[in-house]
């Protein structure tokens, strides 16, 4: 890197992350829906609280709007397995549950999506 004075191995002097700083600047890029996701249970197991799914996927067109609340687990799984596999093995659909939730939702954390 040009200009970086500090040789290997020294550790950086930047500060840990501010986890309010942190939750806010989360709550302005992905919306409130993300937030009403995080605290849902999820749509498989109904384990709470969730990571929001954007489902499709940001990189594929899906804006904050269409999310879906998954437990870790099942986020992770989602993404290596794809949507139709995920869908196939959970008898979810993902689409329907985000088009659902955008339309229905209002922060129950009991709501089954």
């Known amino acids: 890197m040009i200009g970086c004075k500090r040789p290997m191995g020294k550790p950086s002097r930047l500060r840990?992350?501010?986890q309010k700083r942190r939750a806010e600047a989360l709550?302005?890029?992905?919306?409130?829906?993300?937030?009403?996701?995080r605290s849902s249970r999820c749509l498989v197991c109904g384990v709470g609280p969730c990571d929001p799914h954007h489902e499709?996927?940001?990189?594929?067109g899906g804006v904050?709007?269409?999310t879906v609340p998954l437990c870790?687990?099942?986020h992770e799984e989602r993404h290596r397995a794809g949507r139709a596999p995920f869908e196939k093995?959970?008898?979810?659909?993902l689409?329907?549950?985000?088009?659902?939730?955008r339309a229905n939702h209002?922060?129950?954390?009991?709501?089954?999506?």
């Open 16 to 18: 840990p992350v501010n």
């Open 27 to 37: 709550r302005l890029a992905f919306g409130e829906q993300a937030d009403r996701c």
């Open 56 to 60: 499709p996927p940001r990189s594929r």
């Open 64 to 66: 904050d709007g269409d």
């Open 72 to 74: 870790r687990r099942h």
């Open 89 to 93: 093995a959970h008898h979810v659909d």
């Open 95 to 101: 689409l329907e549950a985000a088009a659902w939730m």
């Open 106 to 113: 209002r922060g129950d954390p009991d709501c089954p999506v």
